[in-house]
């Protein structure tokens, strides 16, 4: 048989193509570039500028899209609005985590030196020499550019090689923090090891899918499940492990142990980054995955996704309640999440198509909002300067009398993340649980809902320290507040967006309405 050469479309992919070719360039201004200040600013500028740009290429062909979307490449992508909207709601997410990469709150929140052991002469020369791993630029923008390429691919290899090209310069960047560096490394060593099982389970899981349907096209595995009579032992196999792949990057139960120790040990910036765009990336690729090709075994299936959903947001909520660390108090609320967004996925029914882009935004936007508010509340430092982030809970008892705007902003989106009426969360868990009793799910919903009430207590209890607690005596002599520009934008547009979206909703639903068609890539 000879050869034929792939057609691609390359124009459908100038978003992807400008997000990671500013990556390479900016591997290259590490090498050319000398001055770290210097560096940091061409870096900084760069990544906000290709990301700005391949938002405006997303929404310039959304508005030009003819039909239900454009192949990109036979069996391998597809550009469609579903593709687009994750797209976007990729991108914003990555403008606002590189403002935070930038800001120089108590000096930085990544190391002077990668390389360096901590508490070594090597990273105190490199910190009293002004030096900077501005690196955390380019692989941000390899991640969001693998994220991206995610949401589009229809093919269960190719699927992988994006997996890999995003997750790892994430396990790179989670042992870069500046403070805490054996925690940070604890972390990314945790994270990396996850990650690798899991990628195994992954691939194992397409080699049995290719073995049972000698296909990896997501159209064509799809076509194939529905001519085979029976559920075939190898199939349903292989699917479960594909399914069970994406969800570790979601963070659901039992799949979840590397988000508390990552999100504690990671640079507050890259935590806020992950949290948000990780989770979006990873439910892209599950809605076309069991929507396109393992939609004929949704009756097989649906024990897992019952079931996962239901132990995450039980464990989440209830691990949750008793954490007196405030990132780790967010993480198994991410974990909580991940089960409220396995909710929607419960009947496949086409209203999830909607429900899920809309859900993981305003998720998203309060996640970056609610770490970046982390990184201003800090501890002071033993020379009188500014400390590591004061995480522990009880050192915010008061903070609504010494910083109203921060205190503010901070309990809105924690109400958002209970669900609370007038904010995104609330519209975000209504359109999720709405697909849910579509598919006829309404038990799922219920407990959904219980668990939903019970974790409005941990972030009520939060609420309840910063306003009506008193700081305890010299508390304004250990915590600093931090006035960082850059944050405080992060900060204030996240919270005025969860606010727009949860007051006027109807725009953005109807945009992701229009996405809610998947164009069929057979190859």
């Known amino acids: ?35 770290p200040a210097t560096r940091r600013t061409v870096q900084l500028g760069l990544a906000v500028v290709a990301l700005a740009a391949a938002l405006g290429v997303v929404i310039a062909q959304w508005a030009t899209l003819e039909g239900a979307g454009t192949v990109a490449m036979a069996g391998m992508l597809t550009v469609d609005r579903q593709a687009l909207a994750w797209m976007s709601i990729l991108l914003v997410f990555g403008i606002l985590a590189m403002l935070l990469f930038a800001s120089r709150d108590g000096g930085g929140a990544f190391t002077e030196l990668g390389a360096s052991t901590p508490g070594s002469l090597e990273e105190k020369l490199a910190r009293r020499a002004g030096l900077a791993v ?115 990057k979601i963070g659901a139960v039992p799949f979840h142990s590397w988000v508390p120790d990552a999100y504690q040990g990671a640079p507050t910036p890259l935590t806020a980054f992950m949290g948000a765009a990780t989770k979006a990336a990873a439910t892209a690729a599950l809605v076309r995955v069991m929507f396109v090709a393992f939609a004929p075994l949704e009756w097989e299936l649906s024990w897992l996704i019952w079931a996962v959903a239901i132990a995450s947001m039980v464990l989440g909520t209830v691990v949750a309640l008793v954490q007196t660390d405030i990132k780790r108090m967010l993480a198994y609320s991410a974990v909580a999440h991940a089960g409220f967004i396995l909710v929607a996925f419960a009947g496949l029914e086409g209203e999830a198509l909607t429900a899920l882009p809309f859900y993981l935004l305003a998720y998203g936007l309060g996640t970056i909002g609610a770490f970046a508010v982390v990184s201003q509340v800090r501890e002071r430092a033993e020379d009188g300067g500014v400390g590591a982030e004061a995480v522990r809970l009880g050192q915010w008892a008061g903070l609504g009398k010494r910083s109203p705007l921060l205190a503010g902003s901070m309990a809105l989106f924690l109400l958002s993340f209970a669900g609370i009426p007038l904010t995104a969360g609330f519209i975000g868990k209504f359109e999720a649980f709405s697909a849910a009793v579509a598919g006829g799910a309404w038990v799922l919903v219920l407990i959904a809902v219980l668990a939903s009430a019970v974790a409005a207590f941990f972030y009520v209890r939060l609420i309840v320290l910063m306003f009506f607690t008193d700081a305890p005596e010299g508390a304004e002599e250990v915590i600093a507040i931090e006035d960082s520009a850059l944050t405080r934008t992060v900060i204030y547009v996240t919270a005025v967006a969860i606010l727009i979206l949860g007051i006027l909703p109807a725009g953005v639903l109807d945009l992701f309405a229009d996405a809610s068609v998947l164009l069929v890539n057979a190859g």
């Open 1 to 35: 048989m000879n050869f034929v050469t792939p057609t691609i479309d390359w124009a459908a992919l100038t978003p992807i193509i400008i997000v990671l070719g500013a990556a390479a360039v900016g591997i290259l201004i590490e090498a050319f570039v000398k001055s």
């Open 134 to 248: 501005t690196e955390v630029y380019p692989l941000a923008l390899f991640a969001v550019g693998g994220m991206m390429l995610f949401t589009c691919v229809t093919d269960l290899v190719f699927l992988f090689v994006a997996l890999e090209v995003f997750s790892l310069p994430l396990y790179i960047m989670v042992a870069l923090s500046r403070r805490r560096r054996f925690l940070s490394h604890e972390a990314a060593l945790k994270y990396f090891l996850l990650g690798a099982f899991s990628s195994a389970i992954f691939i194992f899981g397409v080699a049995l899918v290719y073995g049972a349907t000698t296909v990896t096209n997501l159209d064509m595995i799809g076509r194939g499940a529905t001519m085979i009579a029976d559920a075939d032992p190898i199939l349903l196999a292989g699917a479960v492990m594909v399914v069970v792949g994406l969800m570790f």
